[in-house]
């Protein structure tokens, strides 16, 4: 019997790390995040109009709005810090390289206690 050379069926590329994972929702995200309290807050503000609330309406509507700001400024700064924790880690990581499937020709021998001094 000839002995075939061992190839793997396909390249061991596997998953994308988080990183990747994380960049594809990025902007959903901040899209999502940014509008998602305006449109609750423009809903909950159809409740609070002259007339139907004992008081002045209006603070209450100044409150919703302030909270939504908080909201949206709190989204984009998660997906902002999100962002560059996936940049740096994609620089950290650096290009995917291969190495051939050949065996070395040398044998590499770790160094000695005497040979690290």
């Given at each position: 019997m000839c002995a075939s050379?061992?190839?793997p069926a396909r390249t061991p590329l596997g998953a994308p790390g988080?990183?990747?994972v994380l960049t594809r929702w990025l902007i959903p995200a901040y899209v999502i995040g940014v509008?998602?309290?305006w449109i609750i807050g423009?809903?909950?503000k159809t409740g609070y109009q002259p007339g139907l609330v004992n008081g002045d309406p209006q603070p209450t509507r100044d409150l919703i709005d302030i909270f939504c700001i908080g909201m949206s400024l709190f989204d984009a700064t998660l997906v902002f810090?999100?962002?560059i924790g996936c940049l740096v880690v994609s620089i950290m990581k650096g290009p995917v390289r291969w190495a051939d499937a050949s065996h070395a020709t040398q044998q590499v021998?770790?160094?000695d206690e005497r040979e690290r001094f």
């Open positions: 050379p061992v190839t988080l990183e990747r509008s998602l309290p423009a809903w909950i810090t999100v962002g021998r770790e160094p």
